[in-house]
């Protein structure tokens, strides 16, 4: 007999970002319009709703919109709105300002707000509670349940006082066997039940690879003088190569706190570089340095984001579930936004699970959840950005101009789609065929070092666990990695998780997992997939206070 108590709910959602959440408040929403009870749970690894959230960010408000239209009386954390926007292109001395004019509309700002999405993310928690959305933070979703017949009819909450080797301690409790007639999955990008599901239901047949960059983030307070609320500015070029798709935000929020970052796609083919190294190379920029002259570090943190766009979204449903949000790659790359669009997603499959339920249909498909989402302005939205990310895998002055021609000459609406050629993992050349990349050495005052950022990103996991990091085959890393592309694990972590650790004449590979910040960078660019991301006991890795 399995130890796991079990709860019933109408809808079970994994993952309390804003997708998720959206889905939540939605269903309850509809519920009380229609006098009807519908039972909603969320739960979310992260200690606290928000913990895990990192973005940006700039936020659209429209999804946020539909899902309050009051969401100014109710007082939403978005106060700051956008007062300009510059564009950069970089050279390692010098800058050259796109004219406002030449801007193609994916990169103007106006009416928008700069914002912490982990603040607004709390503030949707809230929302959801006050509806009466059982929420549970600290509870990782580790398995999904599935009837005799195949269909998904839950999930199981991870066992909590696991040591490292399997065995029970005193702290132990099992999970919880949370069953529902949908399972709505919200983990954001690269979900690690997402990406079981779409394997068992075989989600990605005809459809593109999806591709992804790893943003990292630093949030600042700068000094009185440097402050210009709700300045945007946005870079790219220097410090990456033209071939190397990447660039830079640097947004102004409000108290003085600017959050600046850098993006690098992932499909990137030297196993040299080093996204950390390149983001604080970045900041020394004589057009950003001072910025921050006089100004002290906060925060920092990483997340890999989706980036593949239309072409690259897997089928959405499946029998007693759907994907949402980044779990399924609701993100317009070109905009670098996904807000708007994860909380639009929630809602589309809300209403999707409300009329099935409404129906007394459960763990079916829900199929109209995608047939809406086709008619939505969510699909005519990634409809016009569909060949963005395509244009600038062509290198950055091509695919500037290509992207030019496409978003203002076509409106997004040329006669073709493009598609994606690789996924991330197949892009490194072997070490051989590139030269070694030089970075300076952090000063420890506009530049940092990978281990003391960590720290500020208040990172934390119970050291007696089993390794969520795992290794399908524990060779491979040597006789691989090393020996081919010289270990590009310990340069594309952005947080020190891999070091190649040689004693005596024999090389290994240390996985240092307190350190691991959730990005799911690993689990995207290992070049042979052999690392594997799974979600560790409720509760551990970042703590962000507002990213």
């Known amino acids: 007999m399995s130890e796991r108590e079990s709860m019933e709910f109408d809808v079970v959602v994994v993952g309390a970002g804003p997708a998720g959440l959206a889905t939540a408040i939605r269903l309850k929403q ?7 009870e519908v039972n909603v749970c969320v739960v979310e690894k992260g200690g606290e709703v928000g913990a895990h959230i990192l973005s940006g960010a700039v936020i659209d408000p429209r999804g946020l919109a539909e899902l309050f239209p009051d969401w100014k009386e109710r007082g939403a954390p ?7 926007d510059r564009f950069l292109f970089l050279t390692e001395t010098g800058s050259f300002q796109v004219p406002g004019f030449a801007l ?44 005799e017949d195949g269909k998904v009819r839950g999930i199981a909450t991870g066992d909590m006082g696991i040591g490292k080797n399997g065995e029970k301690t005193a702290r132990y409790a099992p999970g919880m066997e949370l069953l529902a007639k949908y399972t709505v999955f919200a983990e954001g990008c690269r979900g690690h039940l997402g990406r079981q599901l779409e394997a068992r239901f075989k989600l990605r ?15 600042w307070e700068v000094a009185p003088e440097k402050h210009v609320p709700g300045l945007v500015v946005h870079t790219a070029g220097w410090p990456l190569d033209s071939e190397t798709y990447g660039g830079s935000f640097l947004y102004h929020l409000d108290n003085r706190q600017v959050a600046v970052g850098f993006v690098v796609g992932l499909g990137y083919s030297n196993p040299y570089l080093h996204p950390f190294e390149e983001f604080q190379r970045y900041k020394t920029h004589p057009a950003i340095r001072d910025f921050f002259a006089g100004g002290r570090r906060l925060s920092y943190g990483a997340r890999a984001i989706t980036a593949g766009g239309l072409q690259s979204l897997p089928k959405l449903t499946f029998p007693g579930g759907v994907l949402v949000g980044d779990d399924a790659g609701f993100l317009n790359a070109s905009r670098i936004k996904g807000s708007h669009a994860a909380i639009k997603s929630g809602m589309l499959a809300a209403d999707a699970a409300f009329e099935a339920l409404g129906a007394g249909r459960s763990a079916d498909e829900l199929s109209a959840y995608p047939a ?7 699909h005519e939205e990634l409809h016009r950005a569909r060949n963005f990310k395509p244009f600038m895998s062509k290198g950055l002055y091509t695919g500037a101009f290509l992207v030019g021609v496409d978003q203002m000459l076509f409106r997004g609406k040329a006669p073709w789609t493009l598609a994606h050629a690789h996924a991330d993992n197949e892009t490194l050349k072997p070490k051989t065929d590139v030269a070694p990349i030089a970075y300076p050495k952090p000063d420890g005052v506009l530049t940092f070092d990978r281990l003391s950022s960590v720290f500020v990103s208040n990172t934390n996991h119970e050291e007696d666990q089993p390794a969520h990091l795992t290794l399908k085959d524990p060779a491979v890393p040597i006789v691989v990695n090393l020996a081919v592309y010289d270990a590009p694990e310990t340069r594309y972590c952005p ?14 590979l240390q996985i240092n997992a307190q350190n691991c910040v959730h990005c799911k960078t690993c689990d995207i660019k290992d070049p042979t997939q052999n690392i594997v991301w799974i979600a560790p006991e409720g509760g551990g890795g970042p703590n962000y206070p507002n990213m």
């Open 495 to 508: 947080a020190g998780v891999y070091e190649i650790v040689r004693e005596g004449s024999e090389p290994r």
């Open 104 to 147: 193609p509309g994916c990169f103007t700002n106006h009416g928008y707000y700069t914002a912490s999405l982990g603040t607004l993310v709390r503030w949707l928690g809230q929302q959801a509670e006050a509806l009466g959305v059982d929420v549970y933070p600290g509870f990782a979703a580790q398995e999904v349940l599935y009837t």
């Open 30 to 36: 509809l519920a009380q319009q229609n006098s009807r």
């Open 205 to 219: 047949e005809g459809r593109g690879p999806q591709v992804y960059g790893i943003g990292l983030k630093e949030l």
């Open 78 to 84: 978005l106060t700051q709105p956008v007062t300009e």
């Open 372 to 378: 809406a989402f086709e008619k939505s302005w969510l």
